[in-house]
């Protein structure tokens, strides 16, 4: 029972590097999403898909791209780093947007 | 400002006594979800309701949706530490926003 697969668990990065996190889901849901958790802050959308081929933006867009190529992958894009992106990032899963959501486990990003 | 607030953001018990968290909008919501999370996890759905002035009981826990569907509440009674978490509301506005939003969450803590 794999759920939503979220990779890497914890990754540093430089000032303007790139990376990509993957989210995969096995659960042939329509509605995935990104958010972001920071203390204070809660959970923050970063950009949200209703399904394979539509992405929209959430709070938090700016510095982050997504693609919705097929059903079960919604990677997230962080096109330069910068240290104000250093969070936990929380890729969810569900089949409509007020369904349950499903969680991966994290990714602890630090960006020094 | 946050859609949905949360309130106390931090709460400290002891093992036995009865605690209550709240979540309120100015908005209407089709639905609210609490959900559960633990450190170094993402978050679990505990519940969701729908129809305002919905009760939900799960064992120790009471879920009430407000008449208005604008606010939540979560009941604990005889709280253990195995209820220690972060408990946060989600919700869906009404109106076809595609969109889920998060409040900051209640940090619970019950010392045995």
């Known amino acids: 029972n794999a759920g939503v697969t979220q990779t890497p668990k914890f990754q540093v990065l430089k000032t303007g590097q790139s990376m990509t996190l993957q989210c995969a889901q096995d659960?042939?849901?329509?509605?995935m999403s990104w958010y972001r958790q920071d203390p204070g802050m809660g959970l923050r959308l970063i950009h949200y898909?209703?399904?394979?081929?539509?992405?929209d933006q959430g709070e938090v867009p700016n510095g982050y791209n997504v693609s919705r190529s097929t059903t079960e992958d919604f990677p997230l894009r962080l096109l330069s780093a910068a240290p104000s992106q250093t969070s936990v990032y929380f890729c969810?899963?569900?089949?409509?947007?007020?369904?349950?959501?499903?969680f991966g486990q994290g990714t602890r990003l630090t960006v020094v | 400002t946050q859609l949905l607030e949360q309130s106390p953001q931090f709460l400290s018990i002891q093992e036995g006594e009865n605690l209550t968290v709240y979540c309120n909008s100015s908005?209407?919501?089709?639905?609210l979800q609490w959900y559960r999370q633990e450190p170094g996890e993402g978050p679990v759905l505990l519940v969701t309701?729908?129809?305002?002035?919905e009760v939900k009981k799960l064992k120790r826990l009471t879920f009430q949706f407000g008449d208005a569907r604008k606010d939540s509440s979560l009941h604990i009674t005889a709280a253990q530490p195995g209820d220690t978490g972060l408990y946060l509301c989600?919700?869906?506005?009404?109106?076809?926003?595609?969109?889920?939003?998060f409040g900051i969450g209640t940090k619970l803590q019950v010392i045995p």
């Open positions: 969810a899963s569900s089949y409509r947007r007020d369904a349950e959501a499903f």
């Open positions: 659960m042939n849901h329509e509605y």
């Open positions: 898909s209703v399904g394979a081929g539509i992405t």
């Open positions: 908005s209407v919501f089709s639905s």
């Open positions: 309701v729908v129809t305002g002035g």
């Open positions: 989600a919700g869906a506005l009404v109106g076809g926003y595609q969109k889920v939003t």
